[in-house]
């Protein structure tokens, strides 16, 4: 079972322990079984000859009394054996360097030329290439035993002395180099003209021929050139920064090599440090990270491989040439093994292995590398959970801690690998699927949520690595899914929320099992096999037909972009939809036209329309390119789709197809057992196919029956798997044609017993999968009972699942009466997904499906009083829009509920009681019973008790001490709240509740606590940051918790908008609105060119422009615009209306949600528009309100007079963008025919253009006079 290479380690081990006896006794059974093939006439390799002359080599060492001539006598026999045989040239110097390397290693002398003449032998070719082979073999044996070799510097200097009289050949050239560029002494005695410098070592990719593996040859060159040019003077430049990793990662790992090689060979020219102050702050500050590592596209495992190469060089390079370094190396390796390197978790362990190896090969100290082996550890232990792996990393651990003299621990190690060692050691991961149809075998009335928990936390603890994870979340998303389809809408909702947005403790559980989440001592965001990916859980439940049709739009609309691979299954479904709607099919057009123009970019355009190309109506497709060519004013061509060149048959008798016939044949003979077999087995199995199905027309079931496993025998025979589909399909239709025609089911299994006991190719559990799903049609309540019992059973077996795992699980929250609710309830729950995207578009679908279409109102008044403080947000927000259009749904929902002021009062929420505070005051003059509601609701809220002299909130303003030090550091540090907000906080409430919170936030133990569970899942709003972490998400609880009383209704809305995260006001976007973005475009060209006459545009309409506020993201810039006009008297010059509009336009309060009532009086200038502060127009968060209609009501300007709408521009997806929109803007329009200003006042127009450190611009436009003033 062992190869000669680890035969030859183990000998080794025995001699060095001094167990000879036992080594001798294992060579007496190698040299057996080599005489025994030599004696059958079968064939040996080389590798079994070297290794069998290393072995005589090192037993006659290992004891140089009688036994050492004993074993020279038997080398030379053997020699003799061996060199009888005609061997070629290069067999033969390896034989000879194989007879050499050993004692070179092992005392550091071998054969010279001083020794040759001494025996009358000439100095050749063959002896000059033995002795390159001869120094390459000693590195092997270093490599091979982990030991430091014995000093061999005479036979360098012999060969340096040769170094011109002998042709030096290229492979043993390249395997001499690599043996001696290692060590400064060995470098100093390399000739510097036979040093390899092929520049076509120099590749651009680092792939193998089959583009999805390193090439291990290509990286090896690519060091071996760079650290000759390093040598030789000619240092490599890095010239990338951290950030380009994502792009570039595999030319950035290319670049790393060669900088890695370029610092090694400078490092072996000179002692001098600076080479090593290269390589930390590459380590330092370019490598990459895990998270950026799962974002590389087509990488497979080269980032793995490559990086496995790379840190043995790293390590070489401070343990033999700055051993003065080690003690940052070490540390170094602890720090960055938290984010394992950057790479999956196999690569880690064998990054990690190698570097101990290295302790112990180069460092006098055997008990350096023991921080480093108890890390890899401990890191087994948390990250492998795979019985099979864990045992073969454990004893490796075993061996490297014995040796670095840790007996103790490793026998530790040693009782935990035997524990690990028992039960299935297949993978566990793909296993999981006996889950999915263990749910698909039971009746609705039998799941219940103690069951399925046990199967989500047993899913969790299955994911304790980062590799195959794909197993594990599919498995979640499958099992999901069945549950979704089983009407178990409660759970899944929970188990989602768990997954994607958990609350601290939870996060914090997991935490505790998945270490390797924990980075800096923070929760990592979203990403290994701890959670669903939401897009294919998604697919998997609106994929049904039977889903409500609006469900299956705004779920197909959010995840469309989210992944290119997920892209045509969501567009299919939009199709679906398309194909049979009727009145509602032109509000489907305008959502994908929007898609298109909005949502894709550049990254996604000509994909997206491809595919709606291929699955929509042809008639439907051209309407929603006039839509966009009508809008953007350019012609779309839409590229055709690339298909293959058709195939033809080959034709045996064409001359010209006879490569093809060979080709052909050559793959017929490929066979993987288990995966394909041989094709002369398929065809007869198709001949035995037939004739079982003849017996079975006849009614001959029982011959039939025979025939069908003779179809299973003859493909299994051939290398075929015949309970896997994906190897087998008629292997698999000849097992359930068995179970068809026989007389029960008890009988089939009997007639298969051979192929359940004992399968070829095939994993039992795969068997008992498939055997889950032939019986369950069959199966009764006890029986399906006792299935989950085995198959939970079986996972208990493979890993332990930790108790508080399944605890994660026991927060039912959420009570859903009907699959729409449950719905409704999954949206909201997008809405606060930590990414960024994915919120933005879940929180449009939500104001669409409310505010546009008009349902799930009643829902979304009921889930305004959910217990978690952002759905209640959220849905109270909503409630405030739609009460500003007096929506009479939404009264008739309020009216229909009993308590309501009550419910109000007792929410724990004060956003939330202000919010609905506001909706009844809307209603008041048209609803007498949310009238008395209201009254209720304000008397709590607002009194005169509350009321602060003007003194005492100067105080306040003044005086920010009030505020302790710690609760400063938090505001700023932990972005909890501006500080003019907290003023507005201290202003409102209550002392006692104040200094409560002051207490609980001043608390260090409770700081402690917090800073230990870490970042927790954050969603988008502000930036794409709603729950940015649990300092946070506590203040803004604390906060809406404390006592408020205000004076009047001014007041509250004013404290509201200091505390508000979520806008009410969402946008919904409208393709007219593009046209904001060329009137942006204007503007600006008119700042910068001074050209009035442009202004033409702008305001040469009928709808006269009264407001304007855009935020421009593009090429990296960010721009923001304001435009507000204002009432002023007549007999205002240029001069004091300027200063006029800029102090009031500064002084002006940037409200969130603009109090409508307001007159806009300041003195005697009067606000048409309304100030909008920028920072909330970042992400998706502008306010679709910037007039002030209380101000504009008294000027006779309402309803059909003024518009309003939000521009959402299109999004960018690369670098990071994640689909963040490149333009935002709101814009407020009225009709300059029924404008009636005041007598004695006319219209003025303040704009302002900022850019990033760059000077803001103002302009100054008098709308009587058309004079204009740029600032």
């Not at 060492?61 to 050492?68: L, N």
């Not at 994929?543 to 779920?555: G, H, L």
């Not at 390119?625 to 012609?635: G, L």
């Not at 333009?1223 to 003025?1244: E, H, M, Q, T």
Request: charged share 30%.
């Amino acid at each position: 079972m062992a190869d000669s290479e680890s035969l030859f380690v183990c000998l080794a081990r025995m001699v060095e322990k001094g167990r000879k006896d036992c080594a001798e006794e294992l060579f007496q059974q190698m040299e057996a079984s080599f005489m025994r093939k030599l004696q059958d006439r079968n064939a040996v390799s080389a590798e079994e000859i070297t290794y069998l002359i290393r072995g005589y080599q090192l037993l006659a060492y290992a004891d140089e009394g009688e036994d050492y001539h004993f074993y020279v006598k038997k080398l030379k026999l053997f020699n003799q054996l061996i060199f009888s045989s005609e061997l070629d040239e290069v067999s033969e110097s390896a034989f000879l360097q194989a007879s050499s390397d050993y004692s070179l290693w092992s005392t550091g002398e071998t054969v010279t030329e001083d020794r040759m003449e001494e025996y009358g032998l000439s100095m050749n070719q063959a002896f000059f290439d033995t002795w390159l082979l001869t120094v390459a073999g000693t590195a092997n044996m270093t490599n091979l035993l982990d030991k430091r070799e014995k000093s061999f510097e005479k036979l360098l200097d012999a060969i340096l002395t040769n170094a011109d009289s002998y042709e030096w050949n290229e492979l043993y050239t390249n395997a001499y180099m690599d043996a001696v560029m290692i060590r400064r002494e060995y470098a100093a005695k390399v000739p510097i003209d036979k040093l390899c410098l092929a520049e076509q070592w120099d590749v651009k990719s680092i792939r193998d021929e089959n583009g999805a593996e390193v090439s291990s040859q290509k990286i090896y060159y690519l060091f071996q050139l760079y650290r000759s040019k390093g040598f030789c003077g000619e240092r490599f430049q890095y010239g990338w920064n951290q950030g380009e990793w994502k792009g570039h990662w595999e030319e950035m790992l290319a670049d790393g090599i060669r900088f890695v090689g370029s610092c090694y060979g400078c490092g072996l020219k000179g002692k001098e440090h600076e080479a090593a102050e290269w390589m930390k702050r590459f380590l330092m500050e370019d490598m990459f990270s895990f998270d950026m590592r799962t974002s590389f596209r087509d990488a497979y495992q080269i980032p793995e491989h490559s990086m496995e190469f790379l840190m043995i060089y790293v390590g070489q390079f401070f343990l033999i040439l700055y051993p003065e370094d080690m003690n940052w190396f070490m540390e170094f390796i602890l720090q960055k093994s938290d984010d394992q390197f950057g790479v999956y978790y196999e690569s880690y362990f064998r990054i990690m292995i190698s570097i101990a190896k290295a302790f112990l090969k180069w460092t006098p100290n055997e008990e350096a590398p023991v921080s480093i082996l108890k890390k890899i550890y401990s890191d087994i232990l948390m990250k492998v959970a795979n019985r099979y792996e864990r045992t073969a990393w454990l004893l490796q651990v075993v061996d490297l801690m014995e040796r670095s003299g840790c007996v103790e621990l490793a026998g530790q190690v040693y009782q935990e690998m035997l524990h690990s060692s028992m039960g299935p050691w297949w993978y566990k991961e793909a296993q999981f699927t006996l889950a999915e149809q263990l749910l698909e075998n039971m009746k609705e009335d039998m799941i219940r949520p103690q069951l399925t928990d046990k199967v989500m936390a047993a899913l969790d603890a299955a994911s304790g690595g980062m590799t195959f994870e794909r197993y594990i979340r599919t498995t979640k998303e499958d099992v999901l899914a069945i549950l979704w389809k089983r009407r178990q809408y409660d759970s899944v909702l929970k188990y989602v929320q768990v997954q994607l947005v958990p609350e601290d403790w939870q996060a914090s559980v997991f935490s505790d099992y998945e270490p390797t989440d924990r980075k800096n001592g923070l929760i990592g965001n979203y990403r290994v096999a701890n959670c669903i990916f939401p897009q294919r859980l998604v697919y998997l439940i609106i994929a049904d037909e039977r889903v409500p049709e609006i469900y299956r739009w705004i779920f197909s609309e959010i995840f469309l972009l989210v992944e290119r691979r997920h892209m045509a299954d969501y567009a299919e479904v939009q199709a679906q939809i398309l194909s049979r709607n009727g009145k509602e099919k032109k509000k489907y057009i305008e959502r994908i036209a929007q898609i298109l123009l909005f949502d894709t970019g550049d990254y996604y355009f000509e994909d997206l329309l491809q595919i709606y190309k291929s699955c929509l109506d042809e008639k439907d497709y051209h309407i929603i390119i006039e839509m966009i060519e009508e809008v953007t004013e350019k012609s779309i061509e839409v590229p055709e789709f690339k298909t293959d060149e058709g195939k033809r048959d080959i034709d045996t008798r064409n001359p010209d197809d006879a490569a093809l016939i060979k080709e052909q044949k050559e793959n017929e003979e490929i066979i993987m057992p288990g995966t394909w077999g041989t094709t002369a087995s398929d065809k007869q199995a198709e001949y035995l196919w037939e004739e079982a199905k003849k017996e079975e027309e006849r009614g001959n079931y029982r011959c039939a029956s025979d025939k069908y496993k003779e179809v299973i025998r003859e493909l299994e025979k051939g290398g075929w798997s015949v309970w896997s589909s994906s190897s087998s399909e008629k292997g698999k239709q000849a097992i359930h044609k068995i179970i068809q025609i026989s007389d029960n089911f008890t009988n089939a299994l009997w007639v298969l017993r051979e192929e359940i006991i004992w399968p070829k190719y095939t994993p039992r559990w795969q068997i008992a999968d498939e055997l889950l799903k032939l019986v369950a049609a069959g199966l009764s309540e006890e029986e399906t009972n006792a299935c989950y019992q085995a198959v939970m059973g079986h996972y208990q077996e493979m890993m332990t699942v930790p108790d508080n795992l399944q605890e994660r699980y026991k927060n039912d929250k959420y009570h859903v009466e009907s699959e729409r609710e449950a719905f409704f309830a999954l949206l909201l729950q997008f809405v606060v997904l930590p990414n960024p995207y994915i919120s933005q578009k879940s929180m449009e679908m939500l104001s669409w499906l409310v505010c546009e279409v008009g349902e799930e109102i009643d829902k979304m008044v009921e889930y305004s009083f959910f217990e978690e403080l952002e759905t209640a947000e959220i849905c109270s927000s909503l409630c405030v829009k739609l009460a500003d259009s007096r929506n009479m749904t939404l009264r008739k929902e309020l009216e229909k509920r009993e308590n309501l002021a009550e419910r109000i009062l007792k929410c724990p929420w004060m956003v939330v009681r202000g919010n609905m505070y506001l909706v009844l005051k809307s209603y008041c003059g048209r609803s007498s019973l949310l009238k008395k509601q209201c009254q209720q609701v304000e008397s709590a809220l607002i009194g005169e008790t509350a009321a602060l002299t003007n003194e005492t909130e100067k105080q306040i303003k003044e005086e920010p001490a009030l505020i302790p030090e710690n609760i400063e550091i938090l505001l700023d540090e932990k972005r909890c709240m501006p500080p003019e907000n907290m003023r507005h906080v201290c202003k409102y409430a209550s002392e006692e509740s104040i200094n409560a919170m002051w207490k609980l936030f001043g608390d260090d133990k409770y700081q402690k606590d917090l800073s230990a569970y870490g970042e927790r899942l954050s969603a988008g709003y502000h930036n794409g940051n709603l729950r940015n972490d649990p300092w946070r998400r506590r203040w803004y609880e604390e906060i809406n918790k404390l006592d408020y009383h205000c004076n009047n209704e001014l007041q509250m809305i004013k404290f509201l908008n200091a505390i508000r995260r979520v806008n009410c006001h969402f946008p919904i976007k409208d393709i007219q609105a593009l046209q904001d973005r060329k009137l942006f475009c204007i503007i600006k060209e008119i700042f910068d060119s001074r050209n009035v006459q442009k202004l033409n545009k702008v305001y040469g309409q009928e709808m006269l422009l009264a407001g304007f506020q855009a935020v421009n993201l593009e090429n990296g810039m960010t721009e923001i615009f304001t435009l507000r006009t204002f009432a002023v008297p007549e007999s205002m010059g240029d001069r004091d209306g300027v200063m006029a509009a800029l102090k009031n336009h500064e002084a002006a309060y940037a409200n969130m949600y603009p109090f409508e009532k307001t007159k806009g009086d300041t003195g005697h200038i009067k606000e048409l528009s309304l100030n909008i502060h920028p920072g909330s127009m970042l992400g998706v968060n502008i306010s679709s309100r910037i007039l002030n209609h209380g101000t504009l009501l008294l000027m006779g300007i309402s309803g059909k007079d003024i518009k309003e709408r939000v521009s959402v521009g299109e999004r960018r997806w690369k670098k990071h963008m994640a689909g963040w929109p490149t333009f935002l803007s709101v814009s407020g329009w009225i009709n300059r025919d029924k404008l009636r200003l005041p007598a004695g006042y006319k219209l003025v127009t303040f704009a302002e253009l900022e850019k990033v450190e760059k000077e803001k611009q103002w302009m100054f436009l008098d709308n009587q006079t058309n004079r204009v003033v740029f600032l």
